[in-house]
């Protein structure tokens, strides 16, 4: 393998201190209060330079119990992501030291939902609503150069992140096991201004790139009492946009179709057997050999936005116990 030129020589530092402290209370039988905060703060240091950020932010919640099964809960929380020692010193000119203009992103979060849990594992059921207001959220791209794959990051100014979790597993049967889950997620810019071709373009209204809308998982497995075991799972990932610009951006005369990640479908099995101290299985990925995507680089110049996934992947294990 030979490599490039060396670009940068730097010693990178970071110190980081984080105290944190949370107090619960009982509300009476069915109430629990919880209230905190936490402090954090971070020192980047290079060569002749540092930064600093730091953040103190609070939490509170409670929790209900709406019978022996079953909980509701509500909590709000603020928090902030500094940028990795990466995004901070990989900067689009070139230059050492860190990105000045790159800052930590700071969220403020919603969540509420319920969990259900019956006859030992027999029933599990949990369903969440949340939503994150973001600012300066961290956002990758790419220089336009053909000679450059390097990812950089900028902040947007406003996001906004709003969804719905939901799962559920049973034991309709002795060693017969279901599970669905769900997954919603409308993920979207409130103010945020990139510039292109000498002009600034406003993207209020665009989906973050990268994050599908719809995912859904589904799995049946059966443990039969000879030792024979089965399991099928599935998976949904919904179409969604590899760029800031959700489709080309100004100026460009590519098709849409050439800035979004399709859709896919994923079916995987796994047979096996259990035979005193041996287990064997064989089990096949990407069942019906889907040609798709397994993830994208945002905002990736050039086009270069896909990864392609691998096409139908066998596996074949066996263990054994020793001395059982």
């Known amino acids: 393998m030979q490599y490039g030129a060396e670009q940068v020589d730097q010693e990178e530092q970071v110190q980081s201190f984080g105290p944190f402290v949370s107090l619960e209370r009982d509300l009476g039988d069915v109430l629990t209060a919880t209230v905190g905060g936490r402090y954090d703060r971070y020192r980047f240091a290079v060569d002749d330079q540092s930064r600093d950020m730091d953040q103190f932010s609070p939490m509170a919640g409670v929790v209900y119990s709406l019978d022996p099964f079953s909980r509701w809960y509500a909590h709000v929380a603020t928090a902030f992501q500094t940028p990795t020692t990466s995004e901070l010193g990989n900067r689009p000119s070139g230059e050492g030291g860190f990105n000045p203009e790159l800052g930590p992103e700071r969220v403020l979060g919603l969540e509420t939902g319920l969990r259900r849990h019956v006859r030992r594992g027999r029933l599990d059921l949990e369903v969440a609503l ?131 990640n399709r859709a896919y479908l994923l079916v995987d099995l796994r047979l096996g057997i259990d035979y005193r101290a041996v287990r064997a299985f064989v089990a096949v990925e990407n069942l019906f050999d889907t040609q798709y995507n397994g993830s994208v680089v945002p905002n990736a110049f050039g086009g270069r936005f896909f990864e392609p996934a691998p096409d139908r992947t066998w596996r074949l294990g066996l263990s054994a116990e020793v001395g059982r």
């Open 130 to 260: 949340y939503q994150l207001q973001i600012a300066d959220a961290l956002i990758p791209f790419q220089v336009e150069s053909e000679d450059s794959e390097e990812i950089y990051f900028r902040n947007a100014g406003q996001a906004r992140n709003r969804g719905l979790e939901f799962s559920l597993s049973a034991v309709p049967h002795p060693g017969l096991r279901t599970t669905l889950a769900y997954t919603f997620g409308d993920y979207v810019f409130e103010d945020y201004e990139v510039e292109t071709a000498g002009e600034l373009v406003q993207l209020a209204g665009n989906e973050v790139p990268g994050v599908p809308r719809h995912r859904l998982f589904a799995a049946l497995s059966y443990d039969s009492p000879q030792g024979l075991f089965t399991e099928v799972e599935l998976e949904r990932v919904g179409r969604y946009w590899a760029n800031d610009f959700n489709g080309p951006p100004p100026g460009s005369d590519a098709a849409p179709d050439e800035f979004f």
